[in-house]
């Protein structure tokens, strides 16, 4: 066992079982005031299935959305090892569950296992999240992108991605759907940065002349003109020195996102904040991919606020 730290401390044991449960109760699985509600409307099961899993923070989303619809549901975490990915998504279908959201370290070994992939999860390379029709087919999606571009709507309704150059750094799997996400929305050019760079020009094919690869070294000097930054990296993340780079050459009225969310205010936030750049976290982000995955399984659209955000904040 890895030792506990904050990131990767289980919220709380949220193991699911049909019958019953373990640890504290699940919140929003249960409708005391409403038990007419659970005889008519069938149950319905969803999770997130990762390793490790416990630092997951998509129970508290999800199961606060429950709560808040009055859905007969509950949502909880799987924890399931590489090599039992294929027994465990087939079956999702054999126990009726509803469906679930995909991290690492199966978003890509899950893809083959679908039925259909949306036209996203194939631009993307990467499935998140899983929802079983009632036939038992299974329907992969990737909505990491569409939280990111809903994360900066929700900062500024106005928000644009063709308002000038954008700065990406990273070149993992999170830089992959937001770059994908900016050319959906818009994007006109972005220069993409990674500390490996043959990984960003392998995520830059067939993007071109949108994406326009840089080597990192470059990365201060890259800024000069940008509209927007956004840190993809794990720099910066807790348990991680801060991003290294100097902000010098961005000018002020430049967005500057991060893609982590704890800590809330990243160094390269901080430091984007001191000069007057507008910054956005990563926590917006979390929230909104859960909204279509959320709809798609319980059948109502939930919306992110302050109460949802604060019991996350309250989690870290
Ligand atoms: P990943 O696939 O492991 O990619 C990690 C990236 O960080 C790679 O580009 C890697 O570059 C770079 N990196 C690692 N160490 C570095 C260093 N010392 N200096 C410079 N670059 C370094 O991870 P991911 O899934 O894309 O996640 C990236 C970040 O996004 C993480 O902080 C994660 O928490 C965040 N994230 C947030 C959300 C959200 O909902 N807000 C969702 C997903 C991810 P190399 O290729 O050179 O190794």
Redesign the pocket.
Known sequence: MPPLTLKNRPVRDTRVFLCGKVGAPLEGSEHPKNSRMADNIPFKLAGVMGMPIYQSRSPIIHNHWIKAHGVNGAYGHFPVQPDRVAAAVLGLRALGIAGCNIT?PHKLAAMPLMDTLTPMAKRMGAINCIVVGEDGHLTGHNN?GF?YIQSLRDEDPLWRADAGPIVV?????????VVIALIEAGATTIRLL???RG?AEKLAEGLTPTVEVCD?GQRHEALRGAAMLIN????G?YG??P??IVLDTLPTDAWVSD???IPLETPLLAAARARGNRTVN??G??IN?AIPAFEAWFGVRPQSSPELREKLLASF
């Open positions: 690492l990491d939280g750094l990273g070149a993992g799997g999170a830089a992959r759907a990674n500390r490996t990984t990192w993809a990296t794990s720099q993340m991680q020195p991003l290294d893609l982590i969310y990563g926590l982000m979390l991919q």
